[in-house]
Structures are given as structure tokens and as C-alpha cells.
């Protein structure tokens, strides 16, 4: 089934110690978002590529970035770790919007612990 | 920025209850999605709904756009549809589509 995964399900990293989140994805989208999503709380989102074509949220900490190497798959680097950053990341896709009414597609999500 | 806004913040149902779940914004949207995130966390899209009403078994959901609401009503409560059930509103930028979610409603299904 054409879908969107993350790995790992779970990922348990050291207070400070770099860390890389992968999405893949089937549905061959243009468009692929990555949102933060704290305990108790709403997603939020953090950037979305449009192809290559990166576009990062005004409230995005400089400590998140983000990597497109190709359509398939995506990346979310977390340089240096702090415990405030030990959330859910979601990501999703969508074609882009020139199509029309075009609904986000979910992954399960990586639920990133902070030690 | 947009303001989403859900209630009821919390719903306690007992098993074969109807509830209706409401999402107010304070905006003019492109588009709606109302979405169940289960107990693992993952977020399932339940209804994209512009405007309208849209049925889906026990579910259905009715935006009125004009008027910057949308309800999503569960008959028939089962326990698997405890959860959280968030609204997001959807702007369009560009060529992507930027999601503002609700602050979400947390249904627990008793038996």
C-alpha cells in the first residue's frame, strides 16, 4: 500500500547528541511536511519542502533542520538535543496545491525521548 | 495568526452514546480535516470537509464555512474511538498547504 512511514517508532538520544529522524513515502508527493508535536499538545508545524524548494516556519528553532535528497525520502536533524525537545515528529505529504483540494497524508510518527 | 479552537476540551461516553465535537476558527480557510489520533499516537484522517456534510459509518462531520465552524458527530460510541480528535484548518501557501490544528478533544469511551 502506497503510505507514508517513519522509522524509528521510538528514538531514545543523549542531551546534546545529534539526532536524525527519516520519513519515506510511496504516494510520490511533491510536497512533505515535518510538525512537532509536545505532550498534551497540538502538532505544530516546523517546515515543508516543495520539492527541493525548502520553506522553513518563522518560529522554527535554528537547532532543526532539514534534508530532501530526493522525492521519496526526508529528513529531520536535530543538532544538539535539549530536553525541551523530547516531543512526537510527524510527517506528511501532500501534492502540491495546483491540483486542487489536496489532504495531508500521516505518518505513524517518531516519539523522541531525551535523556 | 489563525485561532482554532475546540470544545469540548475533555468527553467522558459511555460505550453506544452520541457526541458531537465542535471546531470554531476565527479565519476564512481553504479546507478542513478533522483527524483521530488513537492512544499510539497515530493521526488518522477522519474527514476532509471544505464545506458541507460528509457521512463515514458512525461518523459524520458538517462544516459551515460562512460561518467558521465545523462539527464532527460519533453515534454509537465504541471504546476504540477514544482518543484525541483534533480539527485543522488548512491555508494554502504557494504550492503546500499549511495546517493550523485545534487544541484537540480528548474522548475516553467507557464500557
Known amino acids: 500500500d502506497a503510505m507514508v512511514i517513519q522509522n524509528p517508532r521510538y528514538q531514545v538520544t543523549q542531551f546534546g547528541k545529534p539526532v536524525t529522524l527519516s520519513c519515506s513515502q510511496t504516494?510520490?508527493?511533491?510536497?512533505m511536511y515535518w510538525y512537532q508535536q509536545k505532550s498534551s499538545q497540538a502538532p505544530k508545524l516546523l517546515f515543508h519542502?516543495?520539492?527541493?524548494?525548502?520553506?522553513n516556519e518563522a518560529d522554527t528553532p535554528d537547532n532543526f533542520q532539514s534534508r530532501r535528497p530526493n522525492t521519496s525520502f526526508c529528513f529531520l536533524d536535530i543538532r544538539s538535543p535539549g530536553l525541551g525537545d523530547a516531543a512526537m515528529y510527524l510527517c506528511?505529504?501532500?501534492?502540491?496545491?495546483?491540483?486542487?483540494?489536496?489532504?495531508?497524508?500521516f505518518g505513524d510518527g517518531t516519539r523522541l525521548s531525551i535523556l | 495568526g489563525i485561532q482554532v479552537e475546540q470544545s469540548p476540551p475533555d468527553l467522558i461516553l459511555q460505550e453506544g452514546a452520541n457526541s458531537t465535537l465542535r471546531c470554531n476558527f476565527s479565519?476564512?480557510?481553504?479546507?478542513l480535516q478533522w483527524f483521530h489520533q488513537n492512544p499510539w499516537g497515530q493521526l488518522i484522517n477522519l474527514f476532509y470537509?471544505?464545506?458541507g456534510t460528509k457521512q463515514n459509518g458512525r461518523l459524520s462531520a458538517t462544516t459551515v464555512a460562512t460561518e467558521r465552524y465545523s462539527l464532527l458527530y460519533i453515534s454509537s460510541s465504541q471504546t476504540t474511538d477514544s482518543g484525541v480528535y483534533f480539527c485543522?484548518?488548512?491555508?494554502?501557501?504557494?504550492?503546500?498547504?499549511?495546517?493550523?490544528f485545534g487544541t484537540g478533544t480528548r474522548l475516553q469511551v467507557t464500557l
Open positions: 519542502y516543495y520539492d527541493k524548494d525548502f520553506n
Open positions: 479565519d476564512s480557510v481553504n479546507n
Open positions: 485543522a484548518v488548512e491555508r494554502v501557501a504557494g504550492t503546500a498547504s499549511k495546517l493550523t
Open positions: 504516494l510520490n508527493h511533491n510536497v
Open positions: 506528511a505529504t501532500s501534492r502540491e496545491q495546483v491540483w486542487g483540494n489536496q489532504p495531508q497524508h
Open positions: 470537509i471544505p464545506s
